[in-house]
T-cell receptor, first 110, second 116 residues
Framework: GENVEQHPSTLSVQEGDSAVIKCTYSDSASNYFPWYKQELGKRPQLIIDIRSNVGEKKDQRIAVTLNKTAKHFSLHITETQPEDSAVYFCAASMGNQFYFGTGTSLTVIP | DTEVTQTPKHLVMGMTNKKSLKCEQHMGHRAMYWYKQKAKKPPELMFVYSYEKLSINESVPSRFSPECPNSSLLNLHLHALQPEDSALYLC???????????????FGPGTRLTVL
């Protein structure tokens, strides 16, 4: 089955700095890669996603890049704000199967 | 309506009890999912229903029994659970995958289950 690794497990940045979270996957059949933000006690919420036929996607301060050859994808958050503090999960999907990375706890220090 | 709802929010049960978790969506999604999430861990896929038929069972113990009575409802029946089954149980729904891959999953708020 698919194996998704995510790094780092914790990340602290100063407000206004950028944050980068990286994931690797093992199964080349995976073709959809969502990123979720989960605040304490709340449900995961999709923040951005990318499909395997696209190399990069951006939505305001958030961007995702995908390298299919190397089987890795990354989340980039620019101009971080305290409200970006949360746990972020990457996932790799093929069909209806979704496999999550282990999560990154991001803290933005005001 | 772009929300997935789950009931109950909290559930405490003994190891001999039988209980059910319920999930509902009215977005016309034909794929519905059950996940288990332990504290500080990622969601783990348990079951997937596609067009009301069970399409994926990730080797889940038989004390968990899913049911999809119609395209809007998903249940998870619980029987003879163990304390280690205590977790947040998340339901999600999505459109069924296309040739370009999966689609955005919408998660419910979860049921926090405690097994005594």
């Amino acid at each position: 089955g698919e194996n998704v690794e995510q790094h780092p497990s914790t990340l602290s940045v100063q407000e206004g700095d950028s944050a980068v979270i990286k994931c690797t996957y093992s199964d080349s059949a995976s073709n959809y890669f969502p990123w979720y933000k989960q605040e304490l006690g709340k449900r995961p919420q999709l923040i951005i996603d990318i499909r395997s036929n696209v190399g990069e996607k951006k939505d305001q301060r958030i961007a995702v890049t995908l390298n299919k050859t190397a089987k890795h994808f990354s989340l980039h958050i620019t101009e971080t704000q305290p409200e970006d503090s949360a746990v972020y999960f990457c996932a790799a999907s093929m069909g209806n199967q979704f496999y999550f990375g282990t999560g990154t706890s991001l803290t933005v220090i005001p | 309506d772009t929300e997935v709802t789950q009931t109950p929010k909290h559930l405490v049960m003994g190891m001999t009890n039988k209980k059910s978790l319920k999930c509902e969506q009215h977005m016309g999604h034909r794929a519905m999912y059950w996940y288990k999430q332990k504290a500080k861990k990622p969601p783990e896929l348990m079951f997937v229903y596609s067009y009301e038929k069970l399409s994926i069972n990730e080797s889940v113990p038989s004390r968990f029994s899913p049911e999809c009575p119609n395209s809007s409802l998903l249940n998870l029946h619980l029987h003879a659970l163990q304390p280690e089954d205590s977790a947040l149980y998340l339901c999600a729904s999505s459109q069924t995958p296309s040739t370009s891959g999966g689609n955005e999953q919408f998660f419910g708020p979860g049921t926090r289950l405690t097994v005594l």
